[in-house]
Structure formats: structure tokens, C-alpha cells
């Protein structure tokens, strides 16, 4: 197994053309991770069968890509392309204005959404199922076709779930793709759900505050576990507007399942009890109370006990406690963390129970993982949300085995 020459495959990053290479993901990125370590094991090849479709650069449209999704019993199709962005309008609706022209975004200034559907979807003997939803957002400025190299779609094909990509995530622009796919395909509005990383992440965080009827789960992924409200925040490459940080779900009297994901070399997060964001540019997030009050904003909305920042600082000197509190930095009972190793590298799955003892808030932590998808992170998304739907009538929560 050549790994340097699986680090020396090239992608495309941005939506404006930019070409890198794996190897600048673990390297020039995220000079705090130990690639060696990751060298020695078998995530680089785990993550390279992932990315395949986007690597060397080929073109979205190409044959390609289109037998490779064929291959996998996907159907891929594009939408929107003839659909121009009126910002104008969206103001005018909104209140709120991107300023388009100083971040030329090629993609945003069409509504375009490229859908991935099973091929059993379209046959006649299959008329009366429906299939789960997953929207898999993309991160700042990255262009739509690299969401396909995230594992979204691989995982949704394994288990005949459609995909859906947009380009613009904004909230009114995700619900209006979804009326549309839902009168071109056979959804399950019972399991829509909302994935996404970065910026992505902040959308879907943001989508099941705003929209908890909705969605029937969310995975905020490379962001933080918050309200979605950013304050302070001021990266507006992508359209961020303003949000007054209240889940709709406490008003309705509805849970919001919810599953963070986040690496170990992003930003410093853990351990918890030694978070400064600031000096690690999250200009949103300073202090280990804000990372708390995240993750108890979410704990809120599903019932479940909060967590004390007296109990998190406590943890910190600590040599009796375990690997997972130690290195996450989250004080929870034993039932309610699992360590286990996937493509070589260390997960901490932490739980957070509701009081009918369903676990709707899960954090995974990955332990030498900079700011980038991996293979674990979209099966354990996907293996959350397979437990939850939204009742069509009440919105309650409905959890299943």
C-alpha cells in the first residue's frame, strides 16, 4: 500500500476552481496532527475509497462520475441550473442582504441542488414506498460535487436513502427543494433529515432550531454543538443571516435528536476543561462555558440532564477517570461513553440521555482528525438517524430499534 501517493491525489476545494491535495489537509492545514500515526494505520486508505469520486479532478458531469453513482444503484440528476438567485427578492422577503458582489460564489447565483435517488425508486413495483431524506450540506465556498467525496451519498446507497445537495443553504431555499423533491421523487416526510460540515454544519445546526417539524434528526458536523446563533462571527463568504438563537422546539413541546461530530486537531476543542477559542480564531466561542452551554442548549431541547461546568473543570489533574473523559473532557456515567477504534483511528461516542432514556444527543469525537470528513463520522450519522422519525401530524419525535 503506496500511502504518499494516496496523500499526493488532487480534488478540487472551492467553488472558484481551487486544486489541493489530501496530504495539505493533514499537513499545511493542520500542522497539530500526527500524520505519521495516521500513515501507520488503515484510515488514509478508508478515506481515499471515500473521496474516490471527486479525486484527480474530474468533471461532475463526466461519464465517470455519473457510471460510478450508477455502479451504486444512484441515479444522479440536476436541478436548478435555470434558476437564477434574486437577492434582491430574498431581501425584500428576508430583511436580510448578502453582499453577493464582493463574494463572487459562482454556484450561488443559481438555485441549483443535485439529487442522488435509488434506481428502486423508479420502478414500478415500488410505487407505494418511501425513502428517508438526508440533506448533506458543503462547507464554506467549497463547490457542491465535493459533498460527493464526504460519504453521504455511498452511505446513503447502502441503505436506498436519497441524497439532496444544495448550493444555497439557506433555510427558505432548503424547504423550497425539499416541496420540489417531494413532487419529483417518493419521500418519507416522516425522515427528512439535515447533515453538514463547517459551514454546513452551522446550516443544519441552524435548520434544526428553526425547523424541528420538519426534520426528523440534524448532524452538525466540524462546528460546534450550539443554537446555531453565531455572534461575533464574521466570515460572510457564505449568506449568514442573523438568527435570534431560540430552538423552536422548546415552544413546541418537541424533541430535536441531534448528532455533533467534531475532530480532535479542529480548533483545539478538547479536552473541554482547556478550550480557548479565541486563540484558536472561533471568534464565536471563547471559554469552556460556551462550549458547555452548547451542548446543554441541545440537552434543553431533549430533555435530558444538562451538564455542569463545575463537573467539566473538575475533570481536569484528574488520573481516575477514563480515556474518554479525559480527553473529550465531558463527566458522564459510563453507560453514556463508548471509546472503540474505526480505520484506525480513536472515537469517543458521548451520550447524553432524554428522561425516557433515549439517547438524542450524541457527540463524537475523533482523536487526531483536523477540520475534514471522515468515513466513521457519515456511518455513525447515518446509523443515528435510521432511529428517528417526525410524526406528519403531532411533529413529536418518534424513536425506533
Known amino acids: 500500500m503506496n500511502v504518499d501517493k494516496i496523500l499526493d491525489r488532487k480534488y478540487q476545494m472551492t467553488d ?3 486544486i489541493d491535495t489530501i496530504r495539505e489537509l493533514y499537513t499545511v492545514f493542520s500542522p497539530n496532527v500526527n500524520l505519521e500515526a495516521l500513515k501507520k494505520s488503515d484510515f488514509f486508505p478508508a478515506l481515499e475509497q471515500m473521496m474516490e469520486p471527486v479525486l484527480d479532478v474530474p468533471d461532475e458531469r463526466s461519464p465517470q462520475v455519473m457510471a460510478y453513482w450508477a455502479k451504486r444503484g444512484m441515479v444522479k440528476e440536476f436541478h436548478g441550473y435555470d434558476e437564477p438567485t434574486d437577492w434582491d427578492d430574498y431581501e425584500a422577503k428576508t430583511g436580510y442582504r448578502w453582499k453577493a458582489e464582493e463574494h463572487r460564489v459562482i454556484q450561488n447565483e ?3 441542488w443535485t439529487s ?5 425508486a423508479f420502478a414500478p413495483a415500488n410505487r407505494q414506498k ?3 431524506v438526508v440533506f448533506a450540506l458543503h462547507g464554506a465556498c467549497n463547490n457542491i460535487f465535493l459533498v460527493e467525496g464526504w460519504g453521504f451519498v455511498q452511505e446513503a446507497a447502502r441503505r436506498e436513502w436519497i441524497v439532496i445537495i444544495p448550493s444555497l443553504e439557506l433555510d427558505e431555499f432548503v424547504l423550497d427543494i425539499l416541496e420540489q423533491a417531494k ?4 419521500v418519507d416526510t416522516e425522515r427528512v433529515y439535515a447533515a453538514g460540515f463547517s459551514y ?7 435548520l434544526g432550531n428553526q425547523y424541528p417539524e420538519v426534520f426528523a434528526a440534524v448532524a452538525p458536523c466540524g462546528t460546534a454543538m450550539d443554537n446555531g446563533f453565531i455572534e461575533g462571527f464574521d466570515d460572510d463568504r457564505e449568506p449568514l443571516p442573523p438568527f435570534d438563537g431560540v430552538p423552536r422546539a422548546l415552544a413546541k413541546n418537541i424533541c430535536m435528536p441531534i448528532i455533533n461530530v467534531y475532530g480532535e486537531c479542529d480548533g483545539n476543542r478538547f479536552p473541554i476543561y482547556d478550550f480557548r477559542g479565541k486563540a484558536f480564531g472561533l471568534s464565536h466561542m471563547e471559554r469552556p462555558e460556551d462550549i458547555v452551554e452548547g451542548i446543554n442548549c441541545w440537552a434543553r431541547v431533549n430533555d435530558a440532564e444538562e451538564i455542569r461546568i463545575e463537573d467539566v473543570m473538575a475533570l481536569k489533574g484528574k488520573n481516575d477517570i477514563s480515556q474518554a473523559e479525559r480527553e473529550v473532557g465531558l463527566p458522564l456515567p459510563e453507560d453514556c461513553r463508548k471509546t472503540y477504534v474505526a480505520d484506525g483511528v480513536t472515537y ?4 447524553l440521555k432524554s428522561r425516557d432514556g433515549v439517547v438524542r444527543v450524541r457527540l463524537l469525537a475523533e482523536m487526531n482528525i483536523p477540520h475534514w470528513p ?10 443515528f438517524f435510521a432511529h428517528f422519525k417526525r410524526d406528519g401530524k403531532s411533529g413529536k419525535s418518534i424513536y425506533t430499534d
Open 16 to 18: 472558484a476552481g481551487k
Open 110 to 112: 443559481h438555485r441549483i
Open 116 to 120: 442522488f435517488v435509488p434506481v428502486s
Open 130 to 132: 418511501k425513502y428517508p
Open 183 to 186: 413532487k419529483l421523487y417518493p
Open 200 to 206: 454546513g454544519g452551522w446550516a443544519s445546526n441552524r
Open 348 to 351: 469517543h461516542r458521548m451520550d
Open 374 to 383: 471522515t468515513p466513521e463520522m457519515v456511518r455513525q450519522i447515518f446509523e
